[in-house]
């Protein structure tokens, strides 16, 4: 997940909602112990002498280049262009995968258990100690950790990371560290972190995966974003070979200091990463028919479903095929600006959201590849389903007065169309829903009492969703509203979207298996509507949404937490402050059939990148040794 977060608490009902659920969520880790991992309930799978995660290969061979397709990136990064090798604030393009260059306290996404939906071990750190109050973390350095210059890496790098991320990092950064209110060094190899209280015990699980960067450097160094000098790093690759928006090359570091730790056995095989930039899909596709690209997820089903008959795919040198997706919720769905005063009344929002036609688009332009998105959550147990059961009700209740009342029904879900493309009772609909909030028809067009026209423009930065749009828009044109797409280039749909300069975009991203309070705040609560780069694209600011998010953090176990979920999933889908529109149910990868990996892939985690190896035999059959 990439994004932007917190200003203030919306506190009125917030008092409401939370006290029915109890606050130590980390009851089952026993504090004033060290401890080797950490959960969000306290259940780890591997216990301290684990040797390797079960799901990797321990034996997989080193070696070979890995030039791919990031399907996924976090925090500022573009797939299209960089101008920047700074990750960690908000402005400015970084390259993806800059982040397997930082070693963190405990394992992060490229290394963590992806057979455990949230469970976190030692990486940079060989144990933690919760205190009694639960509201420090006291980490132990192992010994002879270091940076790729070979200076050690102490307790005042950590230290200063977190101070950094704190008051200048990407709002993915500091938003989690909101209520942190210390980070100190105690020695060259102890470092405490320090919540207010206030805090979800489950933020740490967030905090102990951020990058942990150089004292030294950034002092040295501004912390701006500016520039394509590499900031010093310890991870197990750092960045090569660098041609500004076009590639680059990621090497792995031959003495890397953690190479032989358990949570690192059998992954970052190849000697090297490398990507290259393109700003259009087709480009990128004819690439990797060309052998250029090496590995590719499809996002485009008429791609998918017409375009793979090429001669390497006919020969067996490239691999089309499906892999299961992760058994975590899933978002993909159009953000409406409620910065915007036009979009601010409900009733708008859904007459626009009625006027995209699935049905007609799964069959016309899907190639039936697609299913409907209905939850913020999709494809997990957080969705809600039906009539609130009575535990949701119990947090629900409280909050009557500040939510809609079709919370109180059945989970509110998209209309369903006739499948024509334009139907007319569903149009019909979305008419006198605009008609309702005030917007008449003047001439061809809509407009409210003061005489403005009801504009409505979807911001792009690709052809290939352009297409998927166009008859959402001229549906919406034929009810009164002046809709139209703007297509940009990636620097600047980036910059707009950080400024929240447009009035419909759509976002797409994974959730953890086990969401925290942190994670959705950065998307739905009121401390990220005003800050810039933050995920919060609609500018939701409702107290009784930052009261459900709050319930979220204090679940203290998984019922509670589904629960939680639930409740608010039903809130955000009435509120329809986000149009949730399609998802696919797997992986649709292609690659040129020269690697090797284990199978079945782990449940929560699909990082290629990391996981698979170069296999020098197949690769000689396919003529590429």
């Known amino acids: 997940m990439c994004a932007s977060r917190r200003d203030f608490l919306a506190g009125a009902g917030a008092a409401l909602a939370v006290p029915l659920l109890p606050k130590k969520i980390f009851a089952a880790s026993p504090t004033g112990k060290p401890l080797h991992g950490l959960s969000a309930f306290g259940d780890l799978k591997y216990g301290p002498d684990f040797q390797h995660f079960d799901y990797v290969d321990p034996d997989a061979p080193k070696g070979g280049t890995f030039n791919f397709q990031p399907p996924n990136w976090v925090y500022n990064q573009n797939v299209q262009t960089f101008n920047t090798l700074n990750s960690f604030v908000a402005r400015g393009d970084a390259p993806p995968r800059m982040e397997m260059c930082f070693d963190s306290l405990m394992t992060n996404k ?88 206030k805090h979800s015990e489950r933020v740490i699980l967030n905090a102990v995966q951020f990058p942990v960067v150089s004292k030294a450097y950034f002092t040295e160094n501004k912390f701006d974003g500016a520039g394509l000098k590499a900031p010093l790093g310890s991870g197990p690759y750092k960045a090569g070979r660098v041609v500004a928006g076009q590639s680059i090359e990621y090497d792995r570091v031959p003495d890397y200091w953690g190479r032989d730790l358990p949570v690192n056995r059998g992954v970052y095989n190849f000697d090297r990463l490398r990507i290259e930039f393109y700003s259009e899909r087709q480009a990128a596709f004819e690439a990797f028919k060309k052998g250029d690209i090496l590995f590719r997820q499809e996002f485009v089903s008429r791609t998918w479903a017409t375009a793979y008959d090429f001669p390497s795919i006919v020969q067996g040198k490239v691999v089309k095929r499906e892999f299961a997706g992760e058994k975590r919720p899933s978002m993909q769905a159009m953000a409406i600006n409620q910065r915007r005063e036009r979009f601010q009344d409900v009733r708008v929002r859904r007459a626009i959201a009625m006027c995209f036609d699935f049905e007609w688009t799964r069959r016309n332009l899907f190639y039936d590849s697609y299913e409907r998105s209905q939850s913020c959550f999709e494809r997990s147990d957080y969705k809600a389903e039906g009539l609130p059961s ?21 989970a509110v879900i998209q209309p369903v169309s006739n499948g024509s493309g334009r139907d007319r009772k569903l149009l019909g609909a979305a008419s006198k829903l605009l008609a309702d909030a005030g917007w008449k028809r003047s001439g061809t067009l809509l407009v409210n009492d003061k005489g403005e026209t009801l504009t409505l423009e ?48 759509m976002m797409a991203l994974s959730f953890n298996a086990t969401p925290t309070m942190d994670d959705l705040e950065t998307i739905f609560h009121s401390r990220s509507a005003k800050l810039a780069s933050s995920r919060n694209l609609p500018g939701t600011a409702d107290p009784a949404v930052d009261a459900l998010v709050t319930a979220v953090g204090k679940a203290a176990d998984r019922k509670s937490l589904i629960v939680a979920m639930r409740a608010l999933d039903r809130v955000l889908r009435a509120r329809q402050d986000w149009i949730p529109n399609w998802y696919s149910a797997n992986h649709r990868a292609a690659f040129w059939d020269m690697f090797g990996y284990k199978e079945p892939k782990p449940d929560y985690g699909f990082p290629v990148e990391s996981l698979w190896w170069f296999d020098k035999d197949k690769a000689a059959a396919i003529g590429k040794a």
């Not at 750190?125 to 980490?139: G, K, L, Q």
């Not at 105690?186 to 320090?194: G, I």
């Not at 979807?458 to 044109?477: G, H, K």
């Not at 940009?488 to 749909?493: E, G, I, K, R, T």
């Open 458 to 505: 979807l911001l792009d930065d690709e052809d290939s969703l352009a297409r998927i749009l166009s008859p959402w828009v001229e549906n919406m044109r034929a009810i009164g509203i002046d809709a139209s797409i703007r297509l940009v280039d990636s620097p600047q749909f980036q910059a707009r979207k950080s400024d929240f300069d447009f009035d419909v975009v």
């Open 390 to 410: 009575p535990d949701e009700l119990a947090l629900l209740e409280p909050l009557r007065d500040k939510l809609p009342a079709e919370v109180f029904g059945e």
């Open 110 to 197: 490229s290394n963590m258990a992806l057979d455990e939906p949230d469970a976190v071990y030692g990486l940079l750190a060989e144990s933690v100690v919760i205190s009694d109050d639960r509201n420090s973390f006291e980490f132990t350095l192992r010994d002879g950790v270091r940076f790729h210059d070979g200076s050690p890496l102490t307790a005042e790098d950590v230290a200063f990371t977190y101070g950094l991320f704190k008051a200048d990092g990407h709002p993915d950064l500091l938003l989690t560290l909101t209520e942190m209110t210390e980070a100190v060094a105690l020695d060259s190899r102890r470092v405490k972190l320090t919540f207010s209280g």
